[in-house]
């Protein structure tokens, strides 16, 4: 800093901060306008691309049995990240609100381990995780939609517990002492008072759990497989994912499989999209509202 | 308020209280945390136990010390030379992510303290949200981009690059070519983009931590904006950016199916020109998986998982300690 209390500032060198000020600034904001012109470029190749084919039949059927064949689906795929993604949740919504209960609410030795290890585990490759419930699970019982279920309830319980968590937090304590006064138990107090107050947050964090899970591939690899022939709907069998058929399809080097990929693409990001947004729109509704 | 009236108000929920109802639930939310710590030491137990026998057959240090992984030349007896050497996708993980971490660190800090400091507030919010769609976008979408968006826009400054230095004395290994657009230097970029809004999203917590006081004395200094970042809202932040960075370092490491998309799939030796093709810890496994029939592939698969493990465990406590530890400061 040339300008420092000690030495004010002459009018030249006054100048010469005002042009760097103004240098600097656009730097910034270029490198902004970059970010977002990244994220239009990305959505309108995709958007480009999959509007070619995505219609009716591309949602309707499922894949020729020859990838070079034109036309068919990702219908089972679709499906299988229906019941998949819907495990998954089922499972990692309910497991994963409790453990941040215990986190936000109760504290604590175990819960301060536990948090830091949830944020751990944000950060392991969700490819590990697959190849953890290949050794824990495909070993004995073999590939299944069941696994790959438990491989992204694994994905999702970080995001749902670190979300919660932090929503609970920010549950004001005035709510948790009325209630205790009146005579209500902690887990009362808990169940009827603070968990409602955070729904909206605690939905949000679910939301965006669901939308990471749909579109996640590589640990599906390991443990779903992929099924390409017709859709399979018992989750004991080994089945398709829409990202997982888009992977398999737009590494053949077929134009009519990567066109159905395209396709595929679309359409995920479409899901993922209407997840992150209605997240976001159930976030602004947060919590000063509900608890007001 | 009148929420909290209508949901715990009547008598008659209270009486019908269980009284080991409290016991029980705290009980059943301890085990749910309990199952994250559960999860992450199962998560080591199992890998080991299937990387075990190849582990044992071939020696837990001789994975390391090879660059040639050559399923085909393995053989149920034969213990040497090991034919899973994984040195050259250490490599790879390596180079990827040092080459994202260059290019998204920069960029990140700038979108970050342009989101905080400098944007009109009304423009604040959606812009945030946008940076933070880019992380929302799925890996194997970023992938097939890469393959049909990225790599042609790439092409021709790597076919120039590798035509110009490709052959000079210092750099020329590093930028031979010949280059086809698949390589390490197609995945970085991906990795880039991909850890892009990760770093960006901790960089704005950071930032926003900056007392207000220290911006506004800097203000009454007379200081420009840029002389408030510099003094003021940078030298706090520093520990902070370097943990986000080491978040976002952790997360390109693990990075999947874009990477095994665009980075080729050499797995024979290491290629020491990044314009070249390659494998990562984790694009060796997803590619290789579910073909995996020669004696002990599988296994070193495992092997290479483990490693993973280990490699993004540490990364990811050091970057959260890190983390932590300049929130408190600023705190």
């Not at chain 2, 999947?256 to 799939?265: E, L, P």
């Amino acid at each position: 800093m040339a300008a420092g209390p000690s030495t004010l500032p002459g009018r030249r060198s006054a100048r010469r901060g005002l042009a760097v000020n103004a240098a600097v600034t656009a730097v910034l904001a270029l490198a902004a306008v970059a970010a977002v012109a990244l994220l239009l470029w990305v959505l309108a190749y995709v958007a480009g691309q999959g509007l070619r084919y995505l219609g009716p039949t591309f949602l309707t059927r499922t894949p020729p049995g020859d990838p070079a064949q034109a036309g068919g689906g990702f219908v089972n795929g679709i499906i299988g990240s229906v019941i998949i993604v819907g495990i998954a949740t089922a499972l990692s919504a309910p497991i994963g609100i409790a453990a941040a209960v215990h986190l936000a609410e109760y504290g604590g030795r175990l819960a301060r381990a536990a948090g830091f290890l949830t944020d751990v585990l944000i950060g392991l490759p969700s490819i590990v995780t697959g190849a953890f419930v290949y050794a824990l699970w495909v070993v004995n019982f073999g590939f299944s939609g069941l696994a790959g279920a438990a491989a992204l309830f694994l994905v999702m319980l970080p995001l749902v517990i670190r979300a919660t968590a932090e929503v609970l937090r920010l549950v004001p304590d005035d709510l948790r002492e009325a209630s205790l006064a009146l005579g209500a138990s902690h887990a009362r107090t808990i169940v009827s008072i603070v968990l409602p107050t955070a729904r909206s947050g605690i939905t949000t964090g679910v939301l965006l759990a669901v939308a990471r899970a749909v579109g996640e591939t590589a640990p599906l690899l390991l443990t779903a497989l992929g099924n390409d022939l017709f859709v399979e709907t018992n989750p004991t069998h080994r089945m398709s994912t829409l990202s997982l058929q888009i992977f398999n399809n737009a590494v053949t080097g077929f134009r009519t499989a990567q066109a159905r990929a395209w396709a595929g693409t679309l359409t995920l990001v479409l899901i993922v999209l209407a997840f992150s947004f209605g997240a976001r729109l159930l976030g602004r509704r947060g919590i000063a509202h509900s608890a007001r | 308020m009148t929420r909290l009236a209508d949901t715990c108000a009547p008598p008659r929920r209270m009486r019908a209280r269980w009284p080991g109802g409290d016991t029980a639930f705290r009980v059943a939310v301890t085990a749910a945390s309990a199952f994250v710590i559960v999860v992450l030491v199962a998560t080591a137990v199992f890998l080991l136990r299937q990387a075990w026998p190849a582990l044992r057959h071939y020696g837990v240090l001789s994975f390391l010390g090879s660059d040639r992984w050559a399923p085909s030349e393995a053989t149920a007896s034969s213990a040497h030379p090991n034919p899973y050497g994984i040195a050259q996708f250490v490599y790879g993980s390596a180079v990827t992510s040092l080459i994202a971490m260059a290019l998204a660190v920069p960029v990140a800090v700038a979108v970050s303290l342009y989101l905080t400091e400098i944007a009109p507030s009304w423009l604040r919010k959606p812009l945030s949200g946008l940076i933070d769609l880019l992380a929302a976008i799925p890996s194997v979408v970023y992938g097939f981009w890469g393959i049909f968006a990225l790599i042609p826009a790439i092409r021709p400054a790597g076919t120039r690059l590798s035509q110009t230095l490709g052959s000079t004395p210092v750099l020329g290994p590093v930028l031979a070519g010949p280059f086809f657009g698949v390589s390490y230097a197609a995945a970085g970029i991906v990795l880039a983009i991909m850890v892009l809004p990760i770093i960006t999203a901790i960089c704005r917590e950071v930032f926003a931590t900056v007392p207000t006081t220290d911006k506004e004395s800097a203000l009454a200094l007379g200081a420009t904006r840029w002389e408030i970042l510099r003094m003021a809202v940078l030298p706090r932040s520093r520990s902070g950016i370097a943990g986000a960075a080491v978040l976002g370092l952790g997360r390109a490491l693990g990075e999947t199916i874009a990477v095994t998309m665009v980075i080729g799939n050499s797995v024979l030796s290491i290629t020491t020109s990044v314009l070249g093709p390659g494998a990562t810890m984790p694009s060796v496994i997803a590619n290789e998986f579910t073909e995996s029939t020669e004696p002990f592939h599988l296994q070193s698969l495992m092997v290479v998982a483990a490693w993973l493990l280990l490699i993004t465990l540490s990364v990811n406590v050091v970057g959260r300690l890190v983390v932590r530890r300049s929130g408190e400061e600023s705190a």
